[in-house]
Protein backbone atom coordinates (compact mmCIF):
# COMPACT_ATOMS: atom_id res chain seq x y z
CA UNK A 1 0.00 0.00 0.00
CA UNK A 2 2.75 2.61 0.85
CA UNK A 3 4.11 2.18 -2.95
CA UNK A 4 0.49 3.56 -3.80
CA UNK A 5 1.61 6.86 -2.35
CA UNK A 6 4.47 8.73 -3.22
CA UNK A 7 6.24 11.78 -2.05
CA UNK A 8 5.67 14.82 -4.58
CA UNK A 9 7.25 17.90 -4.70
CA UNK A 10 5.15 21.27 -2.91
CA UNK A 11 3.97 24.36 -3.95
CA UNK A 12 6.83 26.72 -2.83
CA UNK A 13 4.38 29.35 -1.77
CA UNK A 14 0.80 28.22 0.29
CA UNK A 15 -1.42 30.26 2.06
CA UNK A 16 -0.61 30.09 6.14
CA UNK A 17 -3.75 29.09 6.83
CA UNK A 18 -3.81 25.67 4.39
CA UNK A 19 0.26 25.41 6.11
CA UNK A 20 -1.25 24.76 9.92
CA UNK A 21 -4.24 22.76 8.17
CA UNK A 22 -1.81 20.56 6.90
CA UNK A 23 0.18 20.91 9.76
CA UNK A 24 -2.68 19.36 11.63
CA UNK A 25 -3.00 16.16 9.54
CA UNK A 26 0.61 15.08 9.41
CA UNK A 27 0.51 15.24 13.13
CA UNK A 28 -2.22 12.93 13.33
CA UNK A 29 -0.28 10.74 11.07
CA UNK A 30 2.88 11.42 13.95
CA UNK A 31 0.29 10.34 16.71
CA UNK A 32 -0.80 6.66 14.74
CA UNK A 33 2.53 6.01 14.26
CA UNK A 34 3.17 5.80 18.23
CA UNK A 35 0.93 2.74 18.31
CA UNK A 36 0.98 1.42 14.78
CA UNK A 37 4.39 0.67 13.04
CA UNK A 38 4.59 0.92 9.54
CA UNK A 39 1.28 1.07 6.98
CA UNK A 40 2.06 4.65 6.70
CA UNK A 41 0.16 4.47 3.04
CA UNK A 42 -3.17 2.68 5.05
CA UNK A 43 -2.81 5.59 7.40
CA UNK A 44 -3.08 8.56 4.69
CA UNK A 45 -5.70 6.24 3.23
CA UNK A 46 -7.79 6.70 5.94
CA UNK A 47 -7.15 10.38 6.05
CA UNK A 48 -8.43 10.61 2.52
CA UNK A 49 -11.40 9.18 3.31
CA UNK A 50 -12.13 11.29 6.19
CA UNK A 51 -11.49 14.50 3.97
CA UNK A 52 -13.43 13.19 1.09
CA UNK A 53 -16.42 12.00 3.76
CA UNK A 54 -15.98 8.64 2.49
CA UNK A 55 -15.76 5.04 3.84
CA UNK A 56 -13.01 3.03 3.91
CA UNK A 57 -12.52 -1.23 3.16
CA UNK A 58 -9.35 -2.72 4.98
CA UNK A 59 -8.38 -6.43 3.67
CA UNK A 60 -5.90 -7.98 5.22
CA UNK A 61 -5.17 -11.02 7.45
CA UNK A 62 -5.39 -11.04 11.05
CA UNK A 63 -3.00 -9.69 13.12
CA UNK A 64 -1.68 -6.43 11.58
CA UNK A 65 -3.25 -3.70 13.47
CA UNK A 66 -6.10 -3.25 11.53
CA UNK A 67 -8.35 -2.39 14.83
CA UNK A 68 -5.12 -0.56 16.27
CA UNK A 69 -5.05 2.01 13.18
CA UNK A 70 -8.78 3.00 13.50
CA UNK A 71 -8.71 4.05 17.36
CA UNK A 72 -5.16 5.74 17.19
CA UNK A 73 -6.86 7.92 14.50
CA UNK A 74 -10.26 8.41 16.22
CA UNK A 75 -8.07 9.28 19.73
CA UNK A 76 -5.52 11.46 17.51
CA UNK A 77 -8.78 13.40 16.00
CA UNK A 78 -10.40 13.34 19.52
CA UNK A 79 -13.33 11.21 17.85
CA UNK A 80 -15.90 8.82 19.02
CA UNK A 81 -15.43 5.54 17.54
CA UNK A 82 -17.04 2.08 18.57
CA UNK A 83 -16.11 -1.47 16.81
CA UNK A 84 -19.18 -4.17 15.84
CA UNK A 85 -17.93 -7.66 15.27
CA UNK A 86 -19.91 -8.63 12.40
CA UNK A 87 -21.38 -12.47 12.83
CA UNK A 88 -23.47 -15.51 11.23
CA UNK A 89 -26.42 -14.22 13.67
CA UNK A 90 -26.02 -10.41 13.64
CA UNK A 91 -29.24 -8.75 13.04
CA UNK A 92 -29.84 -5.65 11.23
CA UNK A 93 -30.77 -3.78 14.50
CA UNK A 94 -27.88 -4.88 16.42
CA UNK A 95 -26.09 -2.49 14.10
CA UNK A 96 -28.42 0.77 13.46
CA UNK A 97 -30.49 0.59 16.78
CA UNK A 98 -34.42 -0.30 17.59
CA UNK A 99 -37.41 0.67 19.68
CA UNK A 100 -37.64 -0.80 22.80
CA UNK A 101 -40.99 -0.66 24.83
CA UNK A 102 -40.56 1.53 27.89
CA UNK A 103 -42.76 -0.58 30.88
CA UNK A 104 -42.75 2.80 32.72
CA UNK A 105 -43.87 5.30 29.85
CA UNK A 106 -45.87 2.56 27.95
CA UNK A 107 -44.00 3.95 24.67
CA UNK A 108 -41.36 3.10 22.40
CA UNK A 109 -38.44 4.62 22.92
CA UNK A 110 -35.39 4.51 19.98
CA UNK A 111 -32.38 2.85 21.82
CA UNK A 112 -29.54 4.08 19.31
CA UNK A 113 -27.23 1.28 17.45
CA UNK A 114 -23.38 1.70 17.34
CA UNK A 115 -23.56 3.02 13.88
CA UNK A 116 -24.25 6.24 15.82
CA UNK A 117 -20.45 7.29 16.14
CA UNK A 118 -17.81 9.26 13.86
CA UNK A 119 -15.71 6.39 13.31
CA UNK A 120 -17.48 3.00 12.67
CA UNK A 121 -15.17 0.04 12.88
CA UNK A 122 -16.98 -3.28 10.73
CA UNK A 123 -14.73 -5.95 11.90
CA UNK A 124 -14.88 -9.09 9.76
CA UNK A 125 -18.04 -7.54 7.61
CA UNK A 126 -18.42 -10.52 5.05
CA UNK A 127 -19.03 -13.03 8.08
CA UNK A 128 -22.64 -11.30 8.41
CA UNK A 129 -25.45 -12.60 6.24
CA UNK A 130 -26.59 -9.75 3.16
CA UNK A 131 -28.96 -8.63 5.26
CA UNK A 132 -27.64 -7.12 7.94
CA UNK A 133 -24.81 -5.97 5.35
CA UNK A 134 -27.52 -3.67 4.08
CA UNK A 135 -28.45 -2.19 6.99
CA UNK A 136 -25.09 0.14 6.31
CA UNK A 137 -26.02 0.85 3.05
CA UNK A 138 -28.50 4.05 4.15
CA UNK A 139 -25.89 4.65 6.53
CA UNK A 140 -22.88 5.09 4.27
CA UNK A 141 -24.49 6.74 1.21
CA UNK A 142 -27.47 9.13 3.53
CA UNK A 143 -25.50 9.23 6.67
CA UNK A 144 -28.91 8.26 8.60
CA UNK A 145 -30.62 5.44 9.80
CA UNK A 146 -34.22 5.12 8.88
CA UNK A 147 -36.05 3.24 11.93
CA UNK A 148 -40.20 2.51 11.07
CA UNK A 149 -40.05 5.34 8.51
CA UNK A 150 -38.17 7.81 11.05
CA UNK A 151 -34.83 8.74 9.45
CA UNK A 152 -31.96 9.60 11.93
CA UNK A 153 -28.99 11.31 11.15
CA UNK A 154 -25.76 10.01 12.44
CA UNK A 155 -23.33 12.32 13.74
CA UNK A 156 -20.60 14.42 11.87
CA UNK A 157 -17.84 13.15 10.60
CA UNK A 158 -19.28 9.60 9.87
CA UNK A 159 -16.65 7.13 8.71
CA UNK A 160 -16.84 3.13 8.05
CA UNK A 161 -14.32 1.46 8.23
CA UNK A 162 -14.60 -2.68 7.50
CA UNK A 163 -12.59 -5.08 7.33
CA UNK A 164 -12.02 -8.54 5.95
CA UNK A 165 -9.32 -11.24 5.36
CA UNK A 166 -8.22 -11.70 2.35
CA UNK A 167 -7.63 -15.94 2.56
CA UNK A 168 -10.46 -17.11 4.23
CA UNK A 169 -13.91 -17.94 2.42
CA UNK A 170 -15.19 -20.34 5.10
CA UNK A 171 -18.49 -19.42 6.44
CA UNK A 172 -18.31 -15.55 4.80
CA UNK A 173 -20.89 -14.06 2.56
CA UNK A 174 -19.36 -11.68 -0.64
CA UNK A 175 -20.06 -8.21 -0.29
CA UNK A 176 -22.60 -7.17 -2.68
CA UNK A 177 -21.45 -4.94 -5.30
CA UNK A 178 -24.02 -1.81 -4.38
CA UNK A 179 -22.15 -1.96 -0.95
CA UNK A 180 -18.50 -2.34 -2.30
CA UNK A 181 -19.52 0.46 -4.58
CA UNK A 182 -20.09 2.53 -1.59
CA UNK A 183 -16.29 2.31 -0.21
CA UNK A 184 -14.24 5.18 -1.02
CA UNK A 185 -10.88 3.22 -1.01
CA UNK A 186 -9.98 -0.44 -0.49
CA UNK A 187 -7.24 -0.46 1.12
CA UNK A 188 -4.36 -3.17 1.47
CA UNK A 189 -3.14 -4.06 5.24
CA UNK A 190 -0.01 -5.87 4.18
CA UNK A 191 2.27 -7.76 6.80
CA UNK A 192 4.61 -5.23 7.74
CA UNK A 193 8.62 -5.92 6.50
CA UNK A 194 11.42 -7.68 8.71
CA UNK A 195 12.72 -4.43 10.38
CA UNK A 196 9.23 -3.00 11.24
CA UNK A 197 8.28 -6.50 12.81
CA UNK A 198 11.34 -6.06 15.08
CA UNK A 199 10.33 -2.89 16.00
CA UNK A 200 6.78 -4.09 16.93
CA UNK A 201 8.35 -6.73 19.25
CA UNK A 202 10.86 -4.22 21.03
CA UNK A 203 7.47 -1.94 21.85
CA UNK A 204 6.04 -4.77 23.24
CA UNK A 205 8.64 -5.68 25.03
CA UNK A 206 9.31 -2.54 26.25
CA UNK A 207 5.64 -2.59 28.15
CA UNK A 208 3.56 -1.30 25.05
CA UNK A 209 -0.23 -1.84 25.69
CA UNK A 210 -2.51 -1.67 22.57
CA UNK A 211 -5.52 -1.66 24.62
CA UNK A 212 -4.22 1.83 26.49
CA UNK A 213 -3.21 4.29 23.72
CA UNK A 214 -2.76 7.05 26.66
CA UNK A 215 -0.06 4.94 28.25
CA UNK A 216 1.64 4.68 24.78
CA UNK A 217 1.50 8.91 24.24
CA UNK A 218 -1.32 8.93 21.52
CA UNK A 219 -3.83 11.52 22.45
CA UNK A 220 -5.59 14.62 20.26
CA UNK A 221 -3.38 16.26 18.18
CA UNK A 222 -6.17 17.83 15.93
CA UNK A 223 -9.92 18.69 16.45
CA UNK A 224 -13.34 18.60 14.06
CA UNK A 225 -12.43 21.87 13.48
CA UNK A 226 -9.39 20.79 11.79
CA UNK A 227 -10.94 18.33 9.74
CA UNK A 228 -13.59 20.48 8.92
CA UNK A 229 -11.13 23.33 7.96
CA UNK A 230 -9.14 20.01 5.48
CA UNK A 231 -12.61 19.25 4.06
CA UNK A 232 -12.95 23.09 2.47
CA UNK A 233 -9.25 23.21 1.50
CA UNK A 234 -10.08 20.21 -0.88
CA UNK A 235 -12.83 21.32 -2.10
CA UNK A 236 -10.89 24.08 -3.59
CA UNK A 237 -8.31 21.81 -5.16
CA UNK A 238 -8.12 22.75 -8.70
CA UNK A 239 -8.74 20.15 -11.06
CA UNK A 240 -8.37 21.22 -15.16
CA UNK A 241 -10.15 19.75 -18.39
CA UNK A 242 -7.35 17.41 -18.84
CA UNK A 243 -7.22 15.55 -15.73
CA UNK A 244 -10.89 15.62 -15.53
CA UNK A 245 -10.73 13.77 -19.10
CA UNK A 246 -7.93 11.70 -17.79
CA UNK A 247 -9.69 10.29 -14.96
CA UNK A 248 -12.63 9.53 -17.13
CA UNK A 249 -10.53 7.93 -20.01
CA UNK A 250 -9.01 5.69 -17.16
CA UNK A 251 -12.41 4.04 -15.97
CA UNK A 252 -13.82 3.87 -19.73
CA UNK A 253 -10.59 1.83 -20.52
CA UNK A 254 -11.57 -0.78 -17.64
CA UNK A 255 -15.11 -1.48 -19.71
CA UNK A 256 -13.19 -2.20 -22.64
CA UNK A 257 -10.49 -4.26 -21.00
CA UNK A 258 -10.89 -8.01 -22.15
CA UNK A 259 -10.38 -9.57 -18.55
CA UNK A 260 -13.04 -7.71 -17.10
CA UNK A 261 -16.85 -8.18 -16.74
CA UNK A 262 -17.20 -5.36 -14.48
CA UNK A 263 -15.57 -1.87 -15.11
CA UNK A 264 -15.50 1.58 -13.31
CA UNK A 265 -18.88 3.48 -13.11
CA UNK A 266 -19.26 6.75 -13.09
CA UNK A 267 -19.25 6.90 -9.36
CA UNK A 268 -15.87 5.09 -9.87
CA UNK A 269 -14.74 8.07 -11.61
CA UNK A 270 -16.19 10.66 -8.89
CA UNK A 271 -13.88 8.72 -6.36
CA UNK A 272 -10.80 8.69 -8.18
CA UNK A 273 -11.16 12.53 -8.94
CA UNK A 274 -12.43 13.21 -5.22
CA UNK A 275 -9.45 10.87 -3.55
CA UNK A 276 -6.87 12.47 -6.18
CA UNK A 277 -7.55 16.15 -4.63
CA UNK A 278 -7.78 15.13 -0.97
CA UNK A 279 -3.96 13.31 -1.70
CA UNK A 280 -3.08 16.45 -3.65
CA UNK A 281 -3.62 18.52 -1.16
CA UNK A 282 -2.08 16.27 1.32
CA UNK A 283 1.14 16.89 -0.53
CA UNK A 284 1.14 20.08 -0.31
CA UNK A 285 -0.43 21.68 -3.68
CA UNK A 286 -3.58 22.92 -5.02
CA UNK A 287 -4.15 21.36 -7.93
CA UNK A 288 -4.21 17.78 -8.93
CA UNK A 289 -1.59 15.89 -11.52
CA UNK A 290 -1.70 13.05 -13.49
CA UNK A 291 0.96 11.54 -10.98
CA UNK A 292 -1.89 11.94 -8.08
CA UNK A 293 -4.89 10.31 -10.33
CA UNK A 294 -2.17 7.36 -10.78
CA UNK A 295 -1.48 7.04 -6.97
CA UNK A 296 -5.02 6.25 -6.62
CA UNK A 297 -6.18 4.39 -9.22
CA UNK A 298 -6.05 1.04 -7.63
CA UNK A 299 -6.75 2.11 -4.16
CA UNK A 300 -10.35 3.79 -5.60
CA UNK A 301 -10.92 1.13 -8.31
CA UNK A 302 -9.71 -2.48 -7.23
CA UNK A 303 -13.04 -3.33 -5.33
CA UNK A 304 -15.29 -1.65 -8.37
CA UNK A 305 -14.45 -4.28 -10.86
CA UNK A 306 -14.55 -8.08 -11.59
CA UNK A 307 -12.49 -10.10 -13.61
CA UNK A 308 -13.74 -12.34 -16.18
CA UNK A 309 -13.42 -15.99 -14.67
CA UNK A 310 -11.12 -17.16 -17.74
CA UNK A 311 -8.94 -14.15 -16.47
CA UNK A 312 -8.84 -15.29 -13.17
CA UNK A 313 -7.89 -18.87 -13.98
CA UNK A 314 -5.02 -17.38 -15.80
CA UNK A 315 -3.42 -15.78 -12.85
CA UNK A 316 -4.47 -12.14 -13.45
CA UNK A 317 -5.83 -9.29 -10.38
CA UNK A 318 -7.68 -6.73 -10.14
CA UNK A 319 -4.28 -4.81 -9.94
CA UNK A 320 -2.96 -5.84 -12.42
CA UNK A 321 -5.57 -5.37 -14.74
CA UNK A 322 -5.73 -1.84 -13.23
CA UNK A 323 -1.48 -1.74 -14.25
CA UNK A 324 -2.33 -2.21 -17.39
CA UNK A 325 -5.27 0.21 -18.14
CA UNK A 326 -3.00 2.71 -16.94
CA UNK A 327 -0.47 2.40 -18.94
CA UNK A 328 -2.70 1.87 -21.80
CA UNK A 329 -4.28 5.40 -21.67
CA UNK A 330 -2.46 8.59 -22.89
CA UNK A 331 -0.93 10.98 -19.60
CA UNK A 332 -2.05 14.52 -20.39
CA UNK A 333 0.65 17.48 -20.58
Not at 3 to 21: I, L, S
Not at 88 to 111: E, K, N, W
Not at 186 to 197: C, D, G, Y
Request: hydrophobic share 40%.
Amino acid sequence: MTAEYQATTADPVRPADQVDQRAAFAAVRTEVGKAVVGQDGVITGLLIALLCEGHVLLEGVPGVAKTLLVRSLAAALSLESKRVQFTPDLMPGDVTGSLIYDARTSQFQFRPGPVFTNLLLADEINRTPPKTQAALLEAMEERQVSVEGDPRPLPVPFLVAATQNPVEYEGTYPLPEAQLDRFLLKLTVALPERHEEIGILERHAAGFNPRDLAAAGVGQVATGSDLAAGREAVRRVRVTPEITGYVVDICRATRMSPSLRLGASPRAATALQSSSRAWAWLSGRDYVTPDDVKALAAPSLRHRIQLRPEAELDGATPEGVLDGVLASVLVPR
